[in-house]
């Protein structure tokens, strides 16, 4: 038709063929001529990566020696000796071992750290070559060399690997006497099952009300976001569509089983970390009308990816399509598609933010995530108390307490005494620590536009008088800061005698999005209000 302009398929082909011939032709000289030696599949790799980062975050590709690892990722499934590692300082740590699994069992302790894996000094060793070490096959023995707190020799543990599921569901419990509490942190396989399994046994235990917790779930398989989902909300009804460029990928999908329990009055926790399936459970529970969010903005995560095979048993994990939520929002908050001249993105325009209305006719909007109906706001740690965490201060005083305290009371019932946080600051007079507040940033700030506009020797006498005057102490900002640092060496002493659960019954008391969710659920009249305004 003259004068009309038509899509020809053979022409984008053609780009295609084009330029893998350049790409082809270009590796090759490469790593024909380039002056030092390179790794082929190395230089692959990164520019493979680089290609598949100026889309999106989670368009990846995933070599033959990963694969173990994703499978961990999507399954929770992996055969090792059940504990999660960290490094710091160059030292391999046991930050926590899983309870009622292998290191458990073998009598590894938190914070033991690993100097050796069957006589193999761990001495340069990066985390993932240590994570090879200590993987393995189901039955197989491992020797761990580890220097415990209080002992001068090392010990050697002989721990017997076995196949890992870590679960979904690592905490449940009664929060009151009437309310129960299910933190949930992945959507590996059989998440669906263990909250549905975690919510028959706490209604058995006399719960009446839920708080369900999503917050830091960076999300994972849609399936069980849609079968979670369903454990709340009827049978047939939409809970999630998607929608991308391939029309396969244009789908719906609603509530195949018989709900667990659509009535019984239901609260969820959300966080800025709170991604993906998480923000679609959250979505649903709000475009229902099903149960009030409390919390934070969600991350805003709204895009679905799927896997695709490779050759050399490698994988694509690319992302396929947008999806939409029952009020027909998507929540996806950073826009991908329209980068900046430097190649940066931003978040989406509140003023391209479109509104949508619940089942009762509440308004949401879409773009930026997930916005819980009670906002609660989390004060940034003082310096003090993050220098505290990052030199794994806290961490190193709770393994002196554990080996000097045979037992401590219940975590939800623990509390430090003033002696025992007089203790810790006299100890922490010992170590080296230092941090800078925000009132010394700001003179420090003022002293570089000082310099700058060179007004600074005329300024000098009175900067140098300021510092003087609001030079920190450390004993005076550990005792300003108690309550924040107190609640963060609870946790972590805790966590010592009763791994996660004392570490998650230990924040009850100080929790602020928990006591909200409680008075909220104990508020019957409040609680209707939300859902219906």
């Known amino acids: 038709m003259t004068g009309s302009a038509f899509y020809n398929p053979s022409e984008k082909y053609f780009e295609i063929a084009k330029n893998l011939d350049i790409f082809a032709t270009l590796f090759k000289e490469v790593n024909t001529w380039y002056v030092d030696d390179v790794t082929p599949s190395k230089l692959m790799k990164t520019g493979i990566d680089a290609m598949l980062a100026s889309l999106d975050p989670y368009t990846n590709y995933i070599s033959e020696d990963q694969i173990e690892d994703y499978r961990t990722m999507t399954t929770g499934e992996y055969s090792g000796i059940g504990a999660t590692v960290g490094t710091r300082d160059g030292r391999i740590l046991i930050m926590m071992p899983l309870e009622g699994f292998a290191a458990d069992k073998a009598g590894i302790k938190t914070g033991d750290e690993i100097i050796a894996i069957d006589g193999i000094s761990l001495d340069g060793k990066t985390y993932d070559e240590t994570s090879q070490l200590l993987k393995g096959q189901a039955k197989t023995d491992v020797i761990l060399s580890i220097k415990r707190y209080g002992l001068e020799q090392p010990l050697d543990i002989t721990v017997t690997r076995e196949k890992i599921q870590t679960y979904n569901v690592p905490y449940y419990g009664m929060v009151t006497s009437t309310i129960g509490m299910i933190k949930l942190t992945d959507f590996t396989r059989d998440a669906s099952k263990e909250v549905r399994d975690a919510l028959l046994d706490l209604k058995s235990q006399g719960a009446e009300k839920i708080i369900f917790d999503v917050r830091g779930n960076p999300g994972g398989l849609l399936d069980e976001a849609v079968k979670i989902s369903n454990i709340f909300v009827e049978k047939g009804k939409e809970i999630v569509s998607t929608k991308g460029k391939v029309k396969d990928w244009n789908k719906t999908y609603n509530g195949l089983s018989d709900a667990t329990d659509t009535e019984i009055p239901l609260v969820v926790l959300t966080s800025g970390t709170s991604a993906s399936a998480a923000e679609i459970v959250s979505g649903v529970i709000q475009d229902y009308d099903r149960g009030v969010l409390i919390g934070e903005n969600t991350y805003g995560k709204g895009l679905v990816q799927a896997t695709r095979s490779l050759s050399y048993n490698s994988k694509l994990k690319v992302t396929i399509a947008k999806y939409y939520i029952p009020s027909g929002r998507c929540i996806q908050a950073i826009d991908y598609a329209n980068r900046n001249e430097d190649g940066s993105v931003g978040k989406m325009p509140d003023s391209l933010r479109m509104p949508f209305k619940t089942a009762a006719g509440r308004i949401v909007y879409d773009g930026g995530g997930v916005k819980p109906d009670i906002a609660i706001s989390h004060d940034f740690y003082a310096p003090v108390t993050q220098t505290l965490i990052l030199k794994g201060l806290l961490f190193d005083y709770a393994n002196k307490y554990y080996f000097e305290n045979k037992t401590i009371a219940e975590a939800k019932e623990f509390n430090l005494t003033n002696t025992e946080y007089d203790s810790f600051i006299k100890w922490l007079s010992t170590k080296e ?101």
């Open 433 to 533: 620590y230092d941090y800078t507040t925000k009132v010394e940033k700001m003179i420090k700030h003022l002293e570089e536009t000082a310099q700058k506009e060179e007004s600074y020797e005329a300024l000098k006498p009175q900067i140098d008088e300021f510092k003087k005057s609001i030079a920190h102490n450390k004993e005076n900002d550990l005792r300003n800061h108690k309550v924040e640092i107190i609640e963060l060496l609870e946790q972590e002493i805790a966590k010592r005698y009763y791994l996660e659960r004392g570490e998650m019954e230990a924040t009850f008391d100080d929790d602020l999005d928990l006591k909200a969710a409680i008075e909220v659920l104990n508020d019957e009249a409040k609680y209707k209000k939300i859902l219906s305004k």
